[in-house]
């Protein structure tokens, strides 16, 4: 499996990001997918996740009603559309995937998940 994340940028507090993650290598359909980031000096966070289906997903409380994670598994793309960001969300982005037989399951430890993306900057100005 290679995932490959981009999208990322800077923008000013208040402004709007798309991100997008391309899977390749396995059927896209079984696997949960996620988006961490990491900030220098913090640990890496879920931010958002989204089941094999897309009709279950999971947000960090800080970022509810501003992200929305959704995926196309037509495409094998999964996204993070990101609104109204504030300076805090500044980090490095990263998708993830893990397979799993179960098509509600939802994961949200970095350590759940085997297979990462290269990360993608955001950088969000006050």
């Known amino acids: 499996v290679q995932l ?7 923008v000013q507090a208040g402004g709007s990001l798309s991100l997008s993650c ?19 000096g913090k640990e890496r966070e879920c931010v958002a996740a989204i089941n094999r289906s897309g009709g279950t997903t999971y947000y960090l409380d800080s970022v509810k009603d ?3 994670i959704s995926r196309d ?3 094998n793309i999964v996204y993070l559309q990101m609104n109204s960001l504030k300076p805090e969300d500044t980090a490095v982005y990263f998708c993830a995937a893990r397979g799993t037989p179960y098509v509600r399951k ?3 430890m970095s350590n759940e998940y085997d297979y990462w993306g290269q990360g993608t900057q955001v950088t969000v100005s006050s």
């Open 106 to 108: 939802i994961y949200k």
């Open 4 to 10: 490959q994340a981009s999208g990322g940028g800077l």
């Open 22 to 40: 391309a899977f390749f290598g396995r059927p896209f359909n079984d696997y949960v997918m996620g988006w961490f980031r990491q900030a220098p």
């Open 66 to 68: 501003r992200f929305t």
């Open 73 to 75: 598994n037509a495409k």
